[in-house]
């Protein structure tokens, strides 16, 4: 193994840490530039980028991980590349070829080795690509000019003590409108949804969770993760609905559930008023792969799942074998590991 920074990685949270390269790439005049490694970790953009006033910008996150023998590998980065180019089109923004995307996440972690965890440690480098709109302009209009950047910064287990139930509230607010922007990952989303989060800390629950914005009776998203439900009689049950961003953890949990667990899944409406239905529940996402979900609080009454403190067998079955295949421990689908060689 390469040298490896003297980071105290088990100490490590969800904070930026800056590392020594990261990757930016210009469109101007109908195409993107080759794109290079560069040091500063500073962009000087136009005062009237469109990024800045009219929130024209997209971001994605995922994550290179350390194997047992010392390899790198990063988790279906394709998946990534496909959806940035669907937040780019809702937003009319350019699109990137899914090989540009995907090599300049390789690039940025090859740059970085040294700060690519060691494996056991739970810690993982995540990586952070976006596109956002420069260039002078003043008019509500698609920018000039576009910037797409790749940085990294290593990142640790997001379950310090273990697998651990936390509880959520059902907010009253949304975080995108019905035929919005909910399904793309852009920054508009998260700016509106942080006062919600905000009331759900101070009431001591772990975020907030949305209903579907025009009736308010179907669950939608947990905080910044999507929902998902193990029924009674042991179905995967995950929303569907245009106003859900598309997690790739989701969709990769349904796969490990059908497949690997031998689950029946289904993807359709989650009453609030039918909680009943489910025996586990879990938020899903990259950064934490699974969050169980302990209860949920809606009109004053908590919904307890499997227990308040202990994770549903369900769950844990679904954590350990999706963290093996990110991890190089359990046999991954075809097509979802690349190696960062
Ligand atoms: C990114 C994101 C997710 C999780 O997606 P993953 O691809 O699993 O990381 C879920 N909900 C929202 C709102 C998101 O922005």
């Known amino acids: 193994m390469s040298n490896v920074k003297n980071i105290d990685w088990g100490k490590l949270g969800f904070n930026y840490i800056k590392t020594d390269l990261r990757y930016v790439s210009i469109w101007k005049d109908g195409s993107w530039d080759d794109g290079k490694l560069v040091e500063d970790n500073n962009i000087t953009i136009s005062e009237g980028s469109t990024a800045i006033h009219y929130g024209q910008q997209c971001f994605e996150g995922l994550k290179a991980y350390r194997t047992a023998e010392g390899k790198i590998q990063l988790f279906r980065p394709d998946e990534n590349a496909k959806r940035m180019n669907n937040s780019c089109k809702r937003l009319l923004m350019p699109e990137l070829p899914i090989e540009k995307f995907v090599e300049a996440c390789v690039q940025v972690v090859k740059a970085n080795e040294a700060y690519v965890p060691p494996y056991g440690t739970g810690a ?77 800390v101070k009431r001591g629950f772990a975020d907030c969770i949305y209903l579907d914005p025009l009736t308010h009776s179907k669950i939608e998203e947990v905080g910044a993760a999507n929902f998902f439900g193990i029924t009674k009689d042991n179905k995967f049950v995950t929303p569907k609905s245009d106003s859900i961003l598309p997690s790739i953890t989701k969709y990769s949990l349904m796969h490990v559930a059908k497949e690997y667990l031998g689950l029946e899944v289904e993807e359709r409406d989650v009453l609030i008023d039918n909680l009943d239905e489910f025996k586990e529940a879990g938020a899903c996402g990259t950064a934490a792969v699974i969050t169980p979900i302990g209860g949920i609080e809606y009109k004053e009454e908590l919904h307890v799942f499997h227990s308040e403190t202990v994770v549903g067998p369900i769950t844990r079955k679904l954590y350990d074998t999706l963290c093996g295949i990110q991890i190089g421990e359990v046999k991954a689908p075809e097509g979802w590991i690349v190696e960062v060689k």
């Not at 997001?158 to 509230?169: D, R």
């Not at 509106?192 to 905000?198: F, G, N, R, V």
């Open 124 to 200: 993982t480098l995540y990586l952070r690509p976006y596109v956002i709109g420069i260039g002078d302009n003043l008019g509500v209009k698609p920018a000039p000019e576009f910037l797409f950047g790749v940085f990294c910064s290593p990142v640790g287990p997001y379950f310090k003590g273990g697998l651990a139930p936390v509880n959520f509230m059902i907010s009253d607010y949304d975080r995108a409108a019905p035929y919005g922007t909910g399904a793309a990952k852009v920054g508009g989303n998260y700016a509106a949804s942080l006062l919600a989060h905000e009331i759900a």
